[in-house]
């Protein structure tokens, strides 16, 4: 059935596949290599959050010092946020989007290239402060003046701004490349009303990305100025105003928490429909209700203000706006349960991840209206209970997501099939822990426990009994993570032969050979 | 063993169950604001917990009845208009439903009735400072006390980095932000304690800007003001419209105290109430975070560079008895010249150290 494409050049020198690897513009390739990247970065934060969990799992404990404590939170989040959940949600949009819509590769597939390998010189640039006297502890969100050069004084923040800026042109060049690439790039015939709901949400993905990022770079710019050359945009005692950082940062950073999530929207859009065997129910109003969720992500970012001291009508305002995004949000959710009503269900895990996502991101979509109104949010605000709600979207939502797409596309990627009793056992081991370690965390934050605490007093005996629960629930969650790594490993070597589409699924990268040939299509496909 | 894991799941059990109560670890709801956001709080868990268990219930259905099964078809629907409007109408009507005693609550919060008492509390790293301006009393890394059944006004702002003061039971969280005063207001219901934190990361030893508040009865309350040096001014305690008849009928200290600085400077107070919490209280600082002032180079050395490093503060690589250090000191320049010249005296006459005093007319030419 397949053409064998080398045939095309049939005097090209051949290389090492190490240098093919190395020197590649194949969206395919540097979709996995952005995968395996962002997965090594995943397990790397993940060791930095179980240091601090660690450090919490009984009070008055001296495993860590408050300041790499700090270190630990601030790099957990940093980490997790731009080196791991989104790089592996670009990864699968770079694989899987050009497929999908009948293209060959991406629009500009050398600046493709150029956008992933900025990525591990940026996460090293950051992680190598590590190495020149400490790491950037102001936590992800580096307020000022505490990020200032008065109050730290060491090259951490200076190597974490570097680092993001090098990540963010990585941002901003594959965002260009993916708007491009599905506005021009689609077979013929395949209208935008007929896509695959993962370009939906890559697409608006891309526009959030291409429009906050600057905004980041500028803000970041600036406090790398303060700290260095004299300016001050946020030193007070020169008139300056660390208010101003907290508004651009959002600016940025809730737009943020939609990058993190509407790919993983796309990919439950993708895989709730093959194995329900059914279409996905209400296509537009999914469709539209991603770009709605884009648009109102960059009106609401004052809600991480609301203690602030910000006037009441402010906060109106953005409770308001805050408040319909759960409208958006609701349809998704009521629409993937309706598209599996009336299915053949196949629990694969692939499936499993897919409806898990739905069900506990639940938890995280519902803590948000908690934290939408006004006088309850500046209540639970700086408390565990935000540590909750992130946890419920970031990792309930975006990284149930992200399993979900390693179980489904890795045959396609590799051929060979995941072993399905392995995945099984990770995905339970994940789904009981991820509970057991973030559930309890409502509890602490409604008892008013600030987050980001070294320690804790023993005279608290509840919080005690949480903290030390919850540690135990991430141990497991981080061994869970090597039964998955094992099953890469076993199933790259010796698992089932996959074929073209073992899911009996329809969109059209399963209609090419797995893995696909180089060129994706011999003949572009024409969608009626 | 297993039986402290069987407690350990019995108390988060019970306290998941008193999540609608907001009364989880013993917290109470001391003022009429905590009560009124318990209220929208608890009006918005009943709200999502319905939902949530309509959702879940409606999968658990899906995933038994529509398993898949030999021979079974998949019915093909694309979508269901009338279904999708009322999902999307439904939510909308709940937001509304919450949103308007959310705006309720707002409105109450924000229309502070009258005060009786107003308190300035200040964060710096890492304690909090309490100021009575009325009362001329000023209480620094200790508890906030207060009197009971009275609108206390609170005035928070910074002296460093961005703090919050956050004390669940009073319904209160207000960020301190260098630059700005952010104003609250709260009515204690009656005498207790309730624990207080600072809830946004402020540095190091953020973990120990734990604070209480102590509500004690009006008479007692008036009694530690006088006790710690101040005063109750004549229009304390009057109702709305009267006015004092004699000019300051509580008042036994004098009437000119115009700041709110102890008169005479205690050394040993000053650095009780300032420095203790890095330097520690026997001077030994903690190891490879803040640098000892026993034995150390500045308390022993010119007196000039220990004035400038209390008035300015220092921030960078610095080598205390061989040891290196990076971190940094905020500035005290709010200090008077006389507490600093006691609190340097103090620490150059302590701890075997052999500096010297310290005259405050050093520290006013040197601010």
């Known amino acids: 059935m397949s053409t064998q494409s080398a045939s095309v050049h049939p005097h090209a020198p051949t290389k090492p596949t190490w240098l093919k690897w190395l020197t590649t513009t194949d969206h395919k390739k540097i979709g996995i290599m952005y995968i395996f990247t962002a997965f090594f970065f995943f397990m790397l934060a993940g060791f930095f959050a179980l240091l601090v969990r660690a450090q919490l799992l009984f009070p008055g404990n001296t495993l860590l010092t408050p300041d790499q404590y700090n270190q630990m939170v601030t790099m957990h989040a940093s980490g997790m946020i731009f080196f791991a959940v989104i790089p592996l949600l670009v990864g699968f949009g770079n694989y899987a989007v050009p497929l999908m819509i009948g293209a060959r590769d991406m629009a500009f597939p050398r600046v493709n290239a150029i956008a992933f390998w900025m990525l591990p010189f940026g996460a090293l640039m950051m992680m190598s402060s590590f190495f020149l006297g400490g790491a950037a502890a102001g936590g992800w969100t580096q307020y000022p003046p505490l990020s200032g050069g008065f109050f730290s004084p060491g090259r951490g923040v200076d190597m974490w701004i570097l680092g993001l800026h090098v990540v963010g042109v990585s941002s901003i060049m594959g965002s260009i490349n993916f708007i491009v690439t599905i506005l021009n790039m689609r077979a013929p015939g395949m209208r935008l009303h007929k896509m695959p709901l993962l370009s939906w949400t890559v697409l608006v993905q891309s526009w959030l990305q291409l429009i906050a990022t600057p905004v980041l770079a500028g803000v970041l710019t600036m406090l790398l100025f303060d700290r260095n050359f004299g300016t001050s945009f946020f030193r007070p005692e020169h008139g300056g105003d660390p208010l101003l950082w907290q508004h651009l940062f959002w600016f940025y950073s809730h737009p943020a928490v939609y990058i993190m999530i509407l790919p993983a929207f796309g990919i439950v859009s993708e895989i709730l429909p093959v194995f329900s065997g059914k279409p996905i129910f209400g296509y537009l109003a999914i469709a539209y209700s991603s770009v709605a969720i884009g648009v109102l992500g960059f009106v609401v970012w004052a809600h991480h203000m609301f203690a602030t001291g910000l006037p009441v009508s402010i906060r109106m305002v953005f409770m308001f706006l805050t408040m319909l995004i759960a409208v958006p949000t609701g349809i998704k959710i009521f629409s993937w349960v309706a598209t599996l009503w009336g299915g053949q269900i196949r629990f694969t895990v692939a499936a499993l991840y897919a409806i898990a996502f739905v069900a506990f991101f639940l938890i995280g979509g519902l803590s948000g209206i908690f934290l939408a109104s006004v006088p309850v949010d500046v209540q639970l605000t700086h408390t565990y209970f935000v540590v909750a709600h992130i946890h419920y979207v970031l990792f309930a939502g975006s990284m149930l997501g992200i399993f979900a797409a390693i179980y489904f596309w890795f045959p396609k990627m590799f051929g060979k099939m995941l072993d399905e009793k392995l995945g099984m056992v990770h995905f339970w081991l994940t789904i009981i822990a991820m509970n057991v370690t973030f559930f309890p965390m409502h509890v602490l934050g409604i008892m008013g426990i600030p987050r980001r605490y070294y320690t804790y007093s023993a005279h608290l005996t509840e919080v005690a009994t949480i903290n030390t629960i919850e540690s135990i629930g991430s141990f497991v969650l981080g061994v869970a993570q090597f039964i998955l790594i094992y099953n890469v490993i076993v199933s790259l070597k010796k698992g089932k032969t996959a074929g073209d589409d073992p899911w009996g699924a329809n969109t059209l990268e399963w209609t090419v050979s797995s893995p696909p040939p180089d060129n994706n299509f011999d003949v572009i496909p024409t969608i009626r | ?367």
Request: charge should be neutral; include cysteine.
């Open chain 2, 1 to 367: 063993m297993p039986r402290n894991l069987v407690a350990g799941v019995s108390a988060l059990a019970a306290m998941l169950a008193a999540l609608p109560a907001h009364a989880v670890g013993g917290v109470v709801n001391a003022t009429p604001i905590a009560d009124r956001v318990d209220g929208v709080y608890n009006l918005i868990f009943w709200f999502t917990t319905v939902i949530f268990i309509g959702v879940w219930v409606a999968m658990a259905f899906v995933l038994v009845k529509f398993r898949a099964r030999e021979g079974g078809k998949a019915q093909q629907i694309h979508g269901n208009t009338a279904l999708e409007i009322i999902w999307t109408v439904i939510p909308a009507i709940i937001l509304i439903a919450i949103a308007i005693p959310t705006y309720k609550t707002m409105k109450y919060v924000e229309n502070a009735p009258k005060p009786d008492l107003t308190i300035q509390v200040v964060g710096h790293q890492w304690f909090w400072e309490y100021k009575y301006p009325d009362n001329k009393v000023a209480v620094s890394n200790a508890d906030l006390v207060i009197p009971a059944n009275k609108v206390v006004k609170v005035l928070v702002s910074s002296a460093d980095v961005v703090h919050n003061w956050g004390v669940s039971a009073l319904g209160f969280s207000l960020d301190a932000i260098p630059g700005h005063i952010n104003e609250g207001w709260f009515y204690v219901k009656e005498p207790g304690e309730h624990e207080g934190f600072c809830r946004q990361l402020c540095g190091t030893l953020h973990a120990k800007m734990t604070t209480k508040v102590i509500a004690l009865p009006d008479a007692e309350w008036q009694a530690w003001i006088k006790e710690k040096g101040g005063v109750i001014p004549a229009t304390y305690n009057l109702a709305e419209g009267e006015k004092p008849t004699e000019k300051i009928p509580l008042a036994e200290a004098p009437s000119q105290a115009p700041s709110v600085a102890p008169k005479k400077a205690d050394g040993a107070a000053v650095y009780q109430a300032n420095c203790a919490s890095c330097h520690q209280a026997n001077g030994e600082g903690m190891p490879g975070v803040f640098p000892p002032l026993a034995g150390g180079e500045i308390p022993n050395g010119d007196a000039t560079e220990h004035i400038k490093t209390v008035l300015k503060g220092k921030s960078g690589p610095i080598t205390v008895l061989g040891k290196q250090y990076n971190g940094a000191m905020p500035p005290f320049s709010q200090l008077s010249d006389e507490e600093i010249a006691a609190v340097i005296t103090y620490e150059r006459t302590t701890w075997g150290n052999k500096g010297g005093a310290v005259t405050p007319d050093q520290v006013k030419a040197l601010r």
